[in-house]
């Protein structure tokens, strides 16, 4: 099975990102949104919560176009102090979170995440984690850490689909981590994330969400 992580955490103000991505994440989600909408895709969505306070209605359309959404936890350090302001942002749509990602692995000095048993699943780096959180292991490596580790977005994209052959023969389920501020400069039009979704059609591995995966597991 195949779950496309989109993560959301672009806002005009910050100057690292935009100078060294820019300033495109907006108009590519809107090219995922229309890509999903015409494939019959679903997408598992993940926003950080300086993005829901800046754009909220980027989570109303995901919503509204059938997509799954969820927490991006910037900081896992400080997750119990943070959750509480994303359940705010979230409860604005009538949404509640029911898992989160991080960008990496899980801070082994953290181990048990108190205080937020509403969450159900983890998506990140495989490793230690909270022992209530169901973990969704990211194996594969993101676009935006493959550029910055040098490696080319095709060759990034070969990768992934070499993954996904692998797992297909395994039948274990691969996390594809997408930035939109990251396609906006390395794959403003789709091309390579169409590439990793038509191989999925091809070697028939199904897509799902994370959520879909927690139900599944009851």
């Not at 059938?66 to 927490?71: E, K, N, Q, S």
């Not at 900081?75 to 749509?93: G, I, M, Y």
């Not at 979170?97 to 699943?121: S, Y």
Request: proline share 7%; with cysteine; net charge neutral.
């Amino acid at each position: 099975m195949l779950t496309i992580r989109v993560d959301l955490d672009y806002v005009p103000w910050d100057t690292p990102d935009a100078t060294e991505f820019g300033h495109g994440e907006p108009a590519v989600l809107l090219r995922l949104l229309d890509l999903a909408k015409q494939r019959g895709y679903k997408f598992h969505f993940f926003a950080s919560n300086r993005t829901l306070r800046a754009f909220p209605a980027n989570a109303e359309a995901i919503l509204n176009e059938g997509h799954d959404i969820d927490w991006f936890c910037k900081h896992p350090e400080q997750a119990d102090d943070r959750f509480q302001e994303a359940l705010a942002l979230f409860s604005l749509h009538g949404h509640v979170p029911v898992g989160m990602c991080i960008r990496g692995a899980w801070p082994a000095d953290n181990p048990k995440f108190d205080g937020i048993e509403e969450l159900r699943f983890l998506s990140a780096h495989p490793g230690v984690h909270p022992p209530h959180l169901l973990l969704f292991p990211v194996e594969t490596r993101g676009m935006r850490e493959g550029v910055r580790g040098g490696i080319s977005t095709r060759g990034w994209c070969d990768a992934i689909k070499a993954h996904m052959r692998e797992a297909a023969t395994r039948d274990r389920l691969v996390t594809v981590v997408l930035r939109p501020q990251v396609l906006a400069k390395h794959d403003p039009k789709l091309a390579y994330v169409r590439e990793i979704l038509e191989l999925a059609q091809a070697i028939e591995m199904p897509m799902t969400t994370l959520r879909e995966r927690v139900k599944a597991s009851l």
